[in-house]
């Protein structure tokens, strides 16, 4: 019984690495932008839910929803006003400013909250569990994975049935001509970066709850977003989903055996991955 | 009515001038062919009109406006629509996305509002029966259609072809001279760059030789076909 509880905590931690990784998938299938400050960003919007919820005595839940519309405001402008400069022919322009964009955030919160450890309080729900025969089934972890599957099975409703999904898939085929059909490219990415901040804050929602968290805590969140984009496979997001759950089953199994080889595991998993399968799982059949 | 009128249009890439003082006017409904030698500055003119290059001299008015500073968004909502010589489809879309993308978008309108518009000009492209396939997956033929219908969805008032019927067997060919001569009839402006000439010369009031990034020479179509100047350098004939 042991193994089916291990194999369950382990899945719905991928909830929480699916949500990490959505985000940043997003940017890049549609921008080819590889957002190296994608951690610090979801480090950024776990202050952002704490500083609400402590200044305003609300509920983490109400706070992310406050969170949510600022962290697509902040997205959105910094998008529009340096990111775009950023994109063209040359790969390396982008991951420059989103790595000085990185060491920037990170030493802002430093500044701005110190280097302590945080927590966004929950109350009762914190431990809460449901009992499910033999596995006691955390009431958070599982939010988290339904929240992965719902942000998912909104996004892929957005991007392949809206209009402004499919302005996204035009725009990121081709720019240039996308805006001799009446798109704005610029305007296009930058709402696509708001909306990968959007999950982004979903994502520091349930991190900040779960987690301890400090300042230096994001480039190994980018780590995690980045290994379970690659082993679901570039382009999917089901795939980041079943990235998420291959990389949580692993760390939780290697936990077990002994608590220190949990991260360790993780990437053990990832590089099998890569090895064996280099374009992940269900990687997009066109690209 | 003029619809676009081109003054003293000028531009150089470094040393090489791709356009040299053009001039010309377009009347609304007019069809106006342009013809050239390769690297005469044809598709080059295309860009300026809609804005993806950008003018060193000269000015551009579509429909009474001054155009030369307007981004190729803005030109394209005010009614300039264009096809690209090597089609350019936006390939992980369906054909029908293709076209509901340009139509919400280049005429600033809901999706559903467009869709039949659309539908009724996939029928009229003969694409209908591959509305679902993804873009990328069309032959030469489809994509050419795929170009124009596109183009058709944003509504324009004028119409820039280029190259249309390139690469296109004979019977391919004559059904899409077909569909360009109804939306022509329609009302719908159209300026044509091709080598396939008597298709253009089937459609084109006017035609207009390009030569070095220079008007050699605008007028009838026959007139023009016959001018001793156009058939040297032209057509390479001795005359």
Aim: net charge neutral.
């Amino acid at each position: 019984m042991n193994i089916i509880d291990t194999l369950v905590q382990g899945i719905l931690l991928g909830g929480l690495y699916a949500l990490f990784a959505a985000g940043l998938s997003i940017v890049f299938g549609i921008m080819r932008l590889v957002n190296l400050a994608h951690g610090d960003l979801i480090i950024f919007a776990a202050f952002a839910i704490l500083t609400i919820t402590s200044m305003f005595g609300l509920n983490p839940f109400v706070s992310a929803l406050i969170a949510a519309p600022l962290m697509f405001a902040a997205g959105w402008l910094l998008q529009y006003f340096l990111l775009n400069r950023t994109l063209g022919k040359d790969i390396l322009p982008p991951l420059l400013v989103t790595f000085g964009l990185s060491i920037i955030i990170q030493n802002g919160l430093l500044e701005g909250f110190a280097a302590d450890s945080r927590r966004v309080p929950l109350g009762s729900l914190e431990a809460a569990t449901i009992p499910l025969g033999a596995v006691n089934i955390g009431v958070m972890p599982l939010l988290t994975f339904l929240s992965a599957i719902v942000v998912i099975v909104g996004l892929n409703t957005l991007i392949y049935r809206a209009p402004i999904g499919r302005a996204f898939r035009a725009t990121s085929d081709d720019p240039v001509t996308a805006g001799l059909m009446g798109i704005r490219p610029q305007r296009i990415f930058a709402t696509a970066t708001g909306l990968a901040m959007v999950v982004v804050t979903v994502a520091a929602l349930y991190l900040g709850t779960r987690a301890n968290f400090d300042p230096s805590a994001g480039p190994s969140r980018l780590i995690y977003a980045f290994e379970a984009v690659i082993i679901g496979g570039l382009g999917s997001l089901w795939g980041t989903l079943a990235g998420g759950v291959v990389l949580g089953v692993a760390q939780t199994i290697g936990a077990t055996i002994n608590p220190e080889w949990q991260i360790l595991a993780g990437h053990i998993a990832f590089l099998a991955v890569l090895a064996f399968k280099p374009r992940g799982f269900f990687p997009r059949a066109v690209d | 009515m003029t619809l676009l009128q081109l003054d003293g249009i000028s531009k150089s890439f470094g040393a090489l001038t791709v356009a040299d003082d053009i001039t010309f006017s377009v009347s609304e409904g007019e069809a106006l062919g342009i013809i050239g030698p390769n690297g005469a500055g044809k598709s080059t003119l295309f860009n300026l009109i809609t804005g993806t290059i950008g003018a060193d001299k000269g000015s551009i008015r579509f429909l009474g406006e001054d155009v030369t500073r307007v981004s190729p968004m803005q030109r394209c909502l005010s009614g300039i629509g264009r096809t690209f010589q090597i089609p350019q489809p936006f390939e992980k879309l369906t054909v029908f996305e293709n076209l509901l993308v340009a139509g919400a978008f280049g005429q600033q309108r809901g999706e559903r509002e467009v869709a039949s518009e659309c539908a009724e000009i996939l029928v009229e492209t003969g694409l209908i029966a591959e509305a679902n396939k993804p873009a990328g997956s069309l032959s030469l033929l489809q994509r050419k259609r795929l170009e124009l219908a596109r183009a058709l969805a944003t509504k324009p008032k004028l119409l820039l072809l280029d190259e249309i019927a390139g690469g296109l067997t004979e019977g391919e060919c004559a059904v899409l001279v077909e569909t360009i001569r109804a939306v022509h009839r329609r009302g719908v402006t159209v300026i044509w760059i091709e080598h396939v000439l008597h298709a253009l010369n089937s459609v084109v009031d006017h035609l207009l030789v390009l030569h070095f990034g220079r008007v050699l020479g605008l007028g009838a179509p026959q007139d023009m076909m016959n001018s001793q100047e156009v058939r040297e350098i032209y057509l390479g004939m001795e005359v």
